[in-house]
């Protein structure tokens, strides 16, 4: 990559610091020291316009709604979500402070299921991709809750299902995003949204409740 003075204009360290880092096997400066050191000090580009800070936002949750307790004890979280699904509970601590008055537990499981999870933030910003919905298109309804049932039974249902609290993805099948969009992700969100307690396992009642759930949710977010 020539690097002289007689291009300055193109000595800018944006473009200096893309060329470089674009080399896949060699990167060869042919030039003076004089232009490179002029290229990195030259600084045209301070507005960035990739709308990276708006897309986190959007994907995270409302930092200014969470306590400072919470952001105190959970700092680490915030800067490196690899357990999402504790994110969703600090989300979700959010969304219940914002309610005027807080009804009990009991009294907040009679309101329809539907009807609460529309009011959590949170969980009513899950979608279904494209992608998730040609899967589902390609397969059949049938299949998907054959798929559901599956999920349920071998990652819910047991006593003490392995990895949880993180043992759904975020992605990857329709099922799994409609598990974090109904609050039945983990026993602990079973719990919380649906009064199933944990520590036992579920029957076989309970187990189709859930996949009932599920199934509900992806053919309301299919369209
Ligand atoms: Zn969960």
Same mark, same amino acid.
């Given at each position: 990559?020539?690097?002289?003075?007689?291009?300055?204009?193109?000595?800018?360290?944006?473009?200096?610091?893309?060329?470089?880092?674009?080399?896949?096997?060699?990167?060869?400066?042919?030039?003076?020291?004089?232009?490179?050191?002029?290229?990195?000090?030259?600084?045209?580009?301070?507005?960035?316009?990739?709308?990276?800070?708006?897309?986190?936002?959007?994907?995270?949750?409302?930092?200014?709604?969470?306590?400072?307790?919470?952001?105190?004890?959970?700092?680490?979280?915030?800067?490196?979500?690899?357990?999402?699904?504790?994110?969703?509970?600090?989300?979700?601590?959010?969304?219940?402070?914002?309610?005027?008055?807080?009804?009990?537990?009991?009294?907040?499981?009679?309101?329809?299921?539907?009807?609460?999870?529309?009011?959590?933030?949170?969980?009513?910003?899950?979608? *279904? !991709?494209?992608?998730?919905? $040609? &899967?589902?298109?390609?397969?059949? @309804?049938?299949?998907? #809750?054959? /798929?559901?049932?599956?999920?349920?039974?071998?990652?819910?249902?047991?006593?003490?299902?392995?990895?949880?609290?993180?043992?759904?993805?975020?992605?990857?099948?329709?099922?799994?995003?409609?598990?974090?969009?109904?609050?039945?992700?983990?026993?602990?969100?079973?719990?919380?949204?649906?009064?199933?307690?944990?520590?036992?396992? *579920? !029957?076989?009642?309970?187990? $189709? &409740?859930?996949?009932?759930?599920? @199934?509900?949710?992806? #053919?309301? /977010?299919?369209?």
């Amino acid at each position: 990559m020539p690097v002289m003075m007689s291009h300055y204009v193109m000595l800018q360290r944006n473009l200096i610091y893309t060329g470089i880092t674009r080399a896949k096997k060699i990167l060869v400066l042919v030039g003076t020291k004089k232009a490179l050191s002029y290229a990195v000090h030259h600084v045209t580009v301070d507005e960035r316009n990739t709308c990276l800070k708006e897309r986190l936002r959007r994907l995270l949750p409302t930092f200014e709604s969470v306590s400072q307790d919470t952001i105190r004890n959970t700092a680490g979280l915030y800067l490196f979500p690899e357990n999402p699904q504790s994110l969703n509970l600090v989300a979700e601590e959010a969304d219940y402070g914002k309610q005027d008055k807080k009804p009990s537990h009991e009294e907040w499981l009679k309101i329809d299921l539907f009807e609460r999870l529309a009011k959590s933030e949170f969980r009513s910003r899950f979608r *279904l !991709s494209d992608k998730d919905k $040609e &899967y589902i298109s390609e397969k059949g @309804m049938e299949t998907i #809750r054959e /798929h559901a049932r599956d999920f349920v039974a071998k990652r819910l249902a047991p006593e003490n299902p392995a990895n949880d609290g993180k043992q759904t993805p975020m992605r990857g099948h329709p099922v799994f995003i409609a598990q974090h969009a109904t609050g039945t992700c983990c026993r602990g969100c079973l719990e919380k949204w649906h009064g199933i307690p944990k520590g036992r396992e *579920l !029957s076989e009642a309970e187990q $189709e &409740y859930v996949v009932d759930v599920l @199934m509900k949710w992806v #053919r309301g /977010h299919v369209i």
